[in-house]
């Protein structure tokens, strides 16, 4: 995974990228959380400084976005699709395994794994569905969330 | 020497998601062993999900299809000859005899599967950019006059007709214009643009042009919801692919018209698929819902004229313009012209996208292509359009797919999702689930879909436990009222939809409601 160090430089460059532009703030904001996984609060004050924009502004901006953390996550985030299509094949208990599994809630972390809800992936002909540090996988039943979760840990 | 083989195996997420990439690794790593010549080419789906992994191997001009291949299934196929489209357990015979696929009326979707989605050549060797090049020479009149009569509506789910918007759009007069291209599928049950977009993304490229063309916009704004990241490392080679051969960017092909597109990420809202919301997102900000007027069309992104439309009403427009927009306008009934892409989810045993026109009953779309639920257990419910769609009863799939009749029983198409439920379905828990849905997606403008979400899910939760049933039924109708009321867009404007087909027809679910939140 990339480097999760806060850096002033690379807010910068992440900001120059973007032409320094307030209207590229969500663009911009989802380049940060790419890079270090979230948004702290020292990068919404330097990006409202960088871009013009009042800190109310950029955080407003942060917290209505379900993307943009302003916790650090762990390593490896899980998400599990929430939405009809994957309830109807079992959603729900899937997510109780998965909270069981990785010792964890939605919105939580243990042991380095962030496990958080997500309202659809676009894979609701092979549903259930989850993403594992940003890959669909798609007919997943408890049997084969452990096994991609074990892969996951293995990637370490 | 024999020329190398083409083999294709879909590069899409769901395909990918149950194994594409391996079953491509092992393609590759048998034929490397085996020493065969072979051409190894990742298209888009053909839409028969189910079916994924796909694999086809062209044979004499045919491509010869098989289904379910797993990567432990590659070394057996590549044995029983799969070069030569030899027999195997998995080998479906010719793709196109596929009944799922032969019944289809493929009119937008028509090259997704068939080519490769970021090679201009393949691209150019059907049919594109010839619609553009049409466009350029029939000119811009021709082209609103063609979507106007072709009857095209809107496919994001509101269904409004698309000549209309464009003509308005046009005949705004303004320095500068935008194509907005939805992108941001956030509906459960839908996955047709991202089908699209990974399949076939030249020809979005090609229909925000003509687009841009037709309504005097020199630029556009893909707005790509963060959740499809396959389909954002897609779009960003096409765009590449079109800029570095001059069908994007200044005067493109010596045609005298500019045209680019910016590709912009959503950040995991929903309301951002409602078109104000998502303009308010493309401008850096919060996805908050604007008032209207002013329509979009007249003060749209950045203030200027706009014409949002979603994926799907953009990639029909090519073929309206080449195949001319009476081909179009015969397909559908009433005032539902031409296809749609259903899409088949949840719990069915075929899953994956029927391109039909119009009309048919949802009940054939269910039984004949999706072959029922994937449990085999009865059918007891079907979410049409998405979250903030009407749940409808296995007595209700003879319903023709029309947009009109749809609304006139409190249900609607939208983007033409459908969720099927087995009988072991808890409705009160999908009831509940709309207005938690709606609490957890709201972006707080209206106070109506703002607070009345969070007190559905209170009241939804008094009557599971029993608490003043009837008392708690009366006050949760309502809230629908006023939620629908008084709402400025479909959020808190139709999550009352899923939760009174609830209460309609599987009331009964809330006294037995046994997994209690």
């Keep these: 995974m990339a480097t999760r160090r806060i850096d002033k430089e690379t807010t910068s460059e992440i900001v120059r990228h973007f032409g320094t532009r307030a209207d590229m703030l969500v663009q911009i904001l989802q380049a940060i959380v790419m890079r270090y996984g979230w948004v702290p609060e020292e990068t919404i004050r330097q990006l409202a400084d960088e871009v013009n924009l009042s800190r109310a502004d950029v955080f407003g901006v942060v917290t209505y976005y379900h993307d943009f953390r302003t916790e650090p996550p762990g390593n490896h985030i899980v998400k599990v699709c929430q939405a009809e299509a994957c309830q109807a094949m079992?959603?729900?208990?899937?997510?109780?395994?998965?909270?069981?599994?990785?010792?964890?809630?939605?919105?939580?972390?243990?042991?380095?794994?962030?496990?958080?809800?997500?309202?659809?992936?676009?894979?609701?002909a092979c549903a259930p569905a989850v993403m594992i540090d940003g890959k669909t996988h798609g007919r997943v039943n408890p049997a084969r969330f452990d096994e991609l979760v074990g892969a996951m840990k293995d990637s370490r | 020497m024999k020329p190398r083989s083409k083999i294709y195996v879909p590069r899409e997420t769901s395909s990918i998601s149950v194994g594409a990439d391996d079953v491509a690794l092992g393609i590759a790593r048998e034929a490397k062993r085996t020493g065969t010549s072979i051409e190894l080419i990742r298209n888009g789906s053909r839409g028969a999900t189910w079916l994924e992994p796909l694999v086809e191997v062209e044979v004499d001009g045919t491509r010869i299809a098989y289904g379910s291949v797993s990567a432990s299934d590659v070394p057996g196929i590549f044995a029983a000859g799969l070069v030569d489209g030899g027999e195997h357990p998995r080998r479906l015979g010719p793709v196109m005899e596929i009944d799922y696929l032969a019944r289809q009326d493929r009119w937008t979707f028509w090259r997704c599967g068939l080519i490769d989605p970021l090679s201009l050549d393949d691209f150019r060797a059907h049919k594109g950019f010839s619609a553009l090049e049409k466009a350029f020479g029939d000119g811009a009149d021709a082209v609103l006059d063609a979507v106007s009569d072709s009857g095209l509506r809107g496919r994001g789910g509101a269904g409004f007709p698309t000549g209309i918007k464009w003509r308005t759009v046009a005949a705004?007069?303004?320095?500068?214009?935008?194509?907005?291209?939805?992108?941001?599928?956030?509906?459960?049950?839908?996955?047709?643009?991202?089908?699209?977009?990974?399949?076939?993304?030249?020809?979005?490229?090609?229909?925000?042009?003509?687009?841009?063309?037709?309504?005097?916009?020199?630029?556009?704004?893909?707005?790509?919801?963060?959740?499809?990241?396959?389909?954002?490392?897609?779009?960003?080679?096409?765009?590449?692919?079109?800029?570095?051969?001059?069908?994007?960017?200044?005067?493109?092909?010596?045609?005298?018209?500019?045209?680019?597109?910016?590709?912009?990420?959503?950040?995991?809202?929903?309301?951002?698929?409602?078109?104000?919301?998502?303009?308010?997102?493309?401008?850096?900000?919060?996805?908050?819902?604007?008032?209207?007027?002013?329509?979009?069309?007249?003060?749209?992104?950045?203030?200027?004229?706009?014409?949002?439309?979603?994926?799907?009403?953009?990639?029909?427009?090519?073929?309206?313009?080449?195949?001319?927009?009476?081909?179009?306008?015969?397909?559908g009934v009433n005032r539902s012209k031409g296809t749609l892409a259903f899409q088949l989810a949840g719990n069915i045993k075929r899953g994956g996208l029927v391109e039909k026109s119009f009309g048919l009953p949802l009940r054939e779309l269910i039984e004949d292509?999706?072959?029922?639920?994937?449990?085999?257990?009865?059918?007891?419910?079907?979410?049409?359009?998405?979250?903030?769609?009407?749940?409808?009863?296995?007595?209700?799939?003879?319903?023709?797919?029309?947009?009109?009749?749809?609304?006139?029983?409190?249900?609607?198409?939208?983007?033409?999702?459908?969720?099927?439920?087995?009988?072991?379905?808890?409705?009160?828990?999908?009831?509940?689930?709309?207005?938690?849905?709606c609490a957890i997606e709201s972006c707080g403008k209206c106070t109506p879909c703002r607070i009345g979400s969070t007190r559905g899910v209170e009241v939804i939760d008094r009557m599971i436990a029993g608490e003043n049933r009837e008392e708690n039924y009366d006050l949760l109708v309502e809230l629908c009222d006023t939620m629908e009321g008084a709402s400025l867009c479909a959020m808190g404007g139709m999550t009352p939809y899923p939760v009174r087909s609830v209460l309609q027809h599987f009331a009964e679910d809330f006294a037995s409601s046994g997994d209690k939140p």
């Design chain 1, 90 to 124: 079992g959603s729900r208990a899937l997510t109780k395994h998965a909270r069981k599994a990785l010792g964890a809630n939605l919105h939580e972390t243990n042991d380095d794994v962030t496990l958080e809800p997500v309202y659809c992936l676009g894979n609701c």
């Design chain 2, 369 to 437: 292509w999706g072959g029922g639920t994937a449990s085999g257990r009865p059918v007891k419910a079907v979410q049409v359009g998405g979250p903030l769609g009407a749940y409808l009863t296995a007595a209700q799939l003879d319903m023709p797919l029309d947009y009109e009749a749809f609304i006139e029983i409190g249900a609607m198409i939208g983007h033409g999702g459908i969720v099927v439920f087995d009988d072991t379905v808890d409705m009160a828990q999908q009831a509940r689930f709309a207005m938690e849905f």
């Design chain 2, 172 to 331: 705004t007069a303004a320095d500068q214009k935008y194509i907005a291209c939805n992108a941001d599928e956030g509906d459960s049950g839908t996955f047709s643009d991202r089908m699209l977009m990974e399949g076939d993304p030249l020809g979005l490229i090609e229909s925000m042009a003509i687009a841009g063309f037709a309504v005097g916009a020199s630029k556009g704004y893909i707005y790509l919801r963060s959740e499809y990241p396959l389909t954002h490392s897609i779009l960003s080679r096409a765009l590449d692919v079109a800029r570095d051969t001059g069908w994007l960017g200044t005067n493109i092909q010596d045609s005298g018209f500019d045209f680019d597109i910016e590709l912009h990420l959503g950040a995991g809202s929903y309301v951002c698929g409602e078109e104000t919301a998502m303009l308010e997102s493309l401008e850096g900000k919060k996805g908050i819902v604007r008032y209207k007027p002013p329509l979009p069309a007249h003060e749209g992104l950045f203030g200027k004229p706009t014409a949002v439309n979603n994926v799907v009403t953009l990639g029909s427009v090519p073929n309206i313009v080449n195949l001319g927009a009476e081909r179009y306008a015969r397909m």
